[in-house]
C-alpha cells in the first residue's frame, strides 16, 4: 500500500504541474472538472482498485502493482536474484568495520532491523574492532531471546576466511576505498551477492573489471549510495526525469570538500592490527596513526581520491538517478587545490565544469553540503539529504523526508529484497560506474590542469596519453583483481 501512496503522489503532481501549464488560459480554476483534477482522480480511482486487489492477496509485488494501476513506466528494470523461502535469513557478513559499519545507524545497525536477516560474521584488520562490533550484534539478539543471551557471531581476521565460509550469503564491504573493489571480485567469485560502501575505488580501470565481475557472475550488486532509499530523494528525481520542470538546461552537483593536514611521525604498529593486511593492493608505506587511526585514508590519495568521490558520490548519483536517460559528460575542465604539505593529498576545494555530448552543462562544486540541482525550463528542482525544495513551490510542498536512519533501512531492505528475488537493486553497477567516473574524471583534470575529453562509446579518455594512464592503478603483489 506504501507503494501506492508513493506513486500517487508523485505522478498526481507531475501531472497536476502539466496541466496547470497546459490550462493556463483557461478560466477554470484547478478544481473538479480541471485537467488537473481529472488527472488526479483518474489516477487515484485506478489505484484504489488496486488496492483493494492487493488487501486480498498480501503477496503482490511492487512491480505487479504498478503494472495493474497502468504506471509501469516509473519501474522499467526487471526483477531480479534468486527466490528464497519466506522464512530464511540472509546471512550476512561484515568486511570492514569502522565507522560507516559500526558507528550508530551505520550498516551492522540498518541490518539488524531487518527481522530476515543474520548478522554472522565480522571481518576486519583491528582485533578490538572486531570484538566491538561483534559483542554489539550479540547484545542486540540477547535482547530478543526468552533467555536474554547470545553468542554466535563469527570474528574473522581475514577476508578470504569469511569468504570460504558455506553459511554466508552475503557481504557487506566497507573497508578503505582501496580494498572495495578487491573484496568485491573474491566475494562474488565466492558466490556471495554484495553490498559495496562508496566510492568504488581509487581507479577506473579496477571499475570496469569489476563490472564484468558482477555482470557474468548473476550475483545481486547494491551500491552504498543509501539516498535511494530517501523517499523525497526518489520524489524529486521522478519529478524531473516525468518532465515536472521542463527540458534540463543546467545542472548541479555540491559535495562538502576534503580536508589538509595529517602527522607523518612514524611508530610502532599498535598491537592487534594487521598493517600489511590492512594496506592489501596500495603502495607500502610506514605506519603512522593519522594512515590508519582516523578517517585519514579518506584523504590520502595512495588509497582514495578523497571526497571528490567519498562525498561526491551522493549528490553525482542523485544527479544520475534524476537524469531522462543514462548519460556521462565527455568533457572535463576544472580547478581545485592538492594540499602541499602533511600526509593528506587528494584534491580539496575543485570547481570542475562538466559538460554532455548534447551540450548541457553540469558544474560540480564543494560547499556545506551535499545538493544536487536541477535546473529546467519551467522551474527547478533542488535535493539534499536533509531536504527537497522547488520551483514552483507547489511541485515539492508536503514532501515527506526521510532520516538518514531510514535512508540506510530502506537501502539495506532493497538490497536483501533483490537477493529474494522480489525487487530490483535500487543502486545498480552501472550507476556506480556513471557516478564514480565523474568523480575520477574530475580528478584527472585538476591533476593534470587540462580539459578531459572522454570517449563514452571506448571507455577512455582520448588526446592525452598521460591522463589516460591516471585511470589505472598497479596493485602491490601479491594481490590482483
Not at 336 to 363: A, H, Q
Amino acid at each position: 500500500m506504501s507503494a501506492l501512496l508513493f506513486l500517487y503522489s508523485t505522478k498526481a503532481r507531475v501531472q497536476h504541474s502539466r496541466a496547470r501549464r497546459d490550462s493556463s488560459h483557461l478560466s477554470s480554476p484547478a478544481g473538479f472538472g480541471s485537467p488537473a483534477r481529472q488527472a488526479s482522480c483518474d489516477l487515484k480511482h485506478r489505484l484504489a482498485k488496486v488496492a483493494k486487489r492487493c488487501f486480498k492477496s498480501h503477496h503482490w509485488t511492487r512491480r505487479e502493482i504498478l503494472k495493474a494501476a497502468g504506471v509501469g513506466a516509473f519501474t522499467t528494470q526487471l526483477f531480479t536474484g534468486r527466490l528464497r523461502g519466506a522464512n530464511d535469513r540472509i546471512a550476512v557478513g561484515f568486511i570492514g568495520t569502522g565507522g560507516r559499519a559500526g558507528d550508530r545507524d551505520g550498516l551492522i545497525d540498518n541490518f539488524l532491523k531487518h527481522n530476515d536477516a543474520q548478522c554472522a560474521a565480522v571481518c576486519d584488520c583491528f582485533t578490538d574492532r572486531r570484538e566491538q562490533r561483534a559483542k554489539h550484534i550479540e547484545e542486540a539478539y540477547a535482547a530478543k531471546t526468552a533467555a536474554g543471551s547470545y553468542h554466535g557471531v563469527a570474528r574473522i581476521a581475514d577476508f578470504r576466511e569469511l569468504l570460504r565460509r558455506k553459511d554466508i550469503d552475503a557481504v557487506v564491504v566497507a573497508t578503505p576505498d582501496h580494498w572495495h573493489i578487491p573484496v568485491l571480485a573474491a566475494a562474488i567469485r565466492a558466490g556471495k551477492d554484495v553490498y559495496v560502501e562508496k566510492p568504488l575505488s581509487p581507479s577506473l580501470q579496477w571499475n570496469f573489471r569489476a563490472r564484468d565481475v558482477v555482470k557474468k557472475s548473476g550475483r545481486i550488486f547494491q551500491y552504498g549510495t543509501q539516498q535511494r532509499g530517501a523517499l523525497h530523494v526518489r520524489s524529486g528525481c521522478e519529478l524531473v526525469r516525468s518532465g515536472a520542470i521542463g527540458e534540463l538546461k543546467a545542472l548541479k552537483a555540491v559535495s562538502p570538500s576534503g580536508h589538509p593536514g595529517g602527522k607523518l611521525e612514524k611508530k610502532a604498529v599498535p598491537a592487534g592490527f594487521d598493517y600489511e593486511m590492512w594496506q592489501g593492493p596500495a603502495p607500502e608505506r610506514p605506519y603512522c596513526d593519522d594512515r590508519c587511526l582516523t578517517p585519514g585514508h579518506w584523504h590520502i590519495y595512495d588509497y582514495s581520491i578523497g571526497f571528490l568521490g567519498g562525498w561526491g558520490a551522493h549528490p553525482l548519483d542523485v544527479l544520475d538517478w534524476g537524469l531522462p536517460r543514462p548519460m556521462v559528460p565527455v568533457e572535463y575542465e576544472g580547478t581545485g587545490l592538492i594540499p602541499k604539505e602533511g600526509l593528506f593529498n587528494t584534491v580539496m576545494d575543485w570547481k570542475v565544469r562538466c559538460t554532455y555530448p548534447s551540450g548541457l552543462v553540469m558544474d560540480f562544486t564543494t560547499g556545506a553540503e551535499d545538493v544536487t540541482e536541477f535546473i529546467g525550463a519551467e522551474g527547478w528542482i533542488r535535493i539534499s539529504r536533509r531536504g527537497i525544495e522547488s520551483e514552483p513551490a507547489s511541485l515539492t510542498a508536503g514532501l515527506a523526508v526521510s532520516k538518514f536512519d531510514q535512508m540506510g533501512r530502506n537501502h539495506t531492505r532493497n538490497f536483501l529484497d533483490s537477493i529474494r528475488g522480489h525487487a530490483t537493486p535500487e543502486s545498480p553497477i552501472d550507476c556506480a560506474i556513471r557516478t564514480d567516473l565523474i568523480s575520477q574524471l574530475s580528478n584527472i583534470a585538476v591533476r593534470t590542469g587540462r580539459k578531459i575529453h572522454w570517449d563514452p562509446a571506448k571507455e577512455t579518455i582520448t588526446g592525452d596519453p598521460d591522463a589516460a594512464r591516471i585511470m589505472n592503478r598497479a596493485l602491490r603483489s601479491p594481490w590482483v583483481l
